[in-house]
């Protein structure tokens, strides 16, 4: 992996969150293994964006990374790892990682890597040996995968399965709260490990769909419920949508188009927290203004008239 996680999501060391959560999601949809068979190109600019993400979207991380105190990887800054990483990732060298695994300074995914070079050159005595013919053995490669979720499930929790290249399927538990690009861990079930190691571990990135009704702003639920010139003017108690179903709000005496109504503990569910759900009034005309409107209108502005936008001309 590059030294600048920054460089490998092709942003600067300014970019704001969003920013760096949108040219992850842009290099993950067009460079995914998945969508490039045998691309070793874009697979390995997808785990570099990945790993990069990984780092950066934690403001922790991301502070200690910028402030020196760890590397790309994650890892505690110490002279001799430093040496150890700028001497093999020069070109050529041997202990550099270039089939595409994921290098999270666990020094058995670099001799995993070195084995299965070994192997590739034909080096004798397969998965069991090792150097000197003693034994050998190393933790699987980490592997990982995107899954795209319906809005509902990712608030809700739900279980979802990904079909393997290998035909296998890998059931994923989606916990209730999950966000846009969060990232699960699914402990042993990455690659197969070599002699008596352990496999390696899934990340599963998770993509959620828009919903046509909902937008997630961190826990809390935003929507736009249109309202009626009646309800608006004389208030009452009208049926509003909440991920959890529907609940009757109350319309105030006199509602504006844009006035927000909070429907507390009716957003998303994390833990034992819970967000509210915030209602953006919007006044909808009727389909069609007939005479009996349009008289009452012109009656009531002869008696009742005023100017909401007093102020914003000179």
Same mark, same amino acid.
């Given at each position: 992996m590059s030294n600048d996680p920054y460089s490998a999501l092709g942003l600067k060391k300014s970019a704001t969150d969003a920013e760096i959560k949108k040219a992850y999601r842009k290099i993950a949809r067009t460079h995914h293994p998945d969508l490039n068979p045998g691309d070793s190109t874009a697979e390995a600019k997808f785990k570099a964006a990945s790993m990069a993400y990984d780092l950066l979207k934690d403001p922790e991380q991301r502070r200690r990374f910028d402030a020196g105190e760890i590397d790309a990887t994650g890892?505690?800054?110490?002279?001799?790892?430093?040496?150890?990483?700028?001497?093999?990732?020069?070109?050529?060298?041997?202990?550099?990682n270039t089939h595409g695994y994921e290098d999270f300074g666990d020094m058995s995914d670099i001799f995993a890597d070195i084995l299965r070079q070994r192997q590739a050159q034909g080096g004798a005595g397969g998965a069991g040996a090792g150097f000197g013919g003693r034994g050998f053995d190393a933790r699987g490669a980490d592997a990982r995968y995107m899954l795209e979720v319906d809005f509902m499930d990712a608030v809700k929790g739900g279980k979802k399965r990904i079909t393997l290249p290998s035909g296998d399927n890998l059931e994923v538990k989606i916990p209730e709260g999950t966000r846009d690009g969060q990232t699960i861990r699914l402990r042993g079930?990455?690659?197969?490990?070599?002699?008596?190691?352990? #496999?390696?571990?899934?990340?599963?990135?998770?993509?959620?769909?828009?919903?046509?009704?909902?937008?997630?702003?961190?826990?809390?639920?935003?929507?736009?419920?249109?309202?009626?010139?009646?309800?608006?003017?004389?208030g009452g108690k009208v049926?509003?949508?909440?991920?959890?179903?529907?609940?009757?709000?109350?319309?105030?005496?006199?509602?504006?188009?844009?006035?927000?109504?909070?429907?507390?503990?009716?957003?998303?569910? #994390?833990?034992?927290?819970?967000?509210?759900?915030?209602?953006?009034?919007?006044?909808?005309?009727?389909?069609?203004?007939?005479?009996?409107?349009?008289?009452?209108?012109?009656d009531w502005r002869k008696d009742h008239a005023y100017d909401p936008r007093k102020g914003m001309t000179s």
């Open positions: 890892a505690e800054k110490q002279p001799e790892r430093k040496f150890y990483r700028d001497y093999a990732e020069q070109p050529g060298h041997g202990y550099g079930k990455g690659g197969e490990g070599y002699g008596k190691g352990p #496999r390696g571990d899934a990340y599963v990135t998770i993509n959620v769909r828009p919903h046509k009704v909902f937008k997630r702003e961190g826990d809390d639920i935003h929507i736009t419920l249109p309202i009626t010139i009646d309800e608006a003017v004389l049926p509003t949508p909440t991920i959890h179903g529907t609940v009757n709000l109350t319309i105030p005496k006199g509602a504006s188009s844009g006035q927000t109504l909070r429907l507390r503990g009716k957003g998303v569910k #994390r833990g034992s927290k819970k967000g509210d759900q915030k209602v953006e009034l919007q006044i909808k005309m009727p389909p069609n203004v007939d005479a009996d409107l349009e008289k009452f209108m012109q």
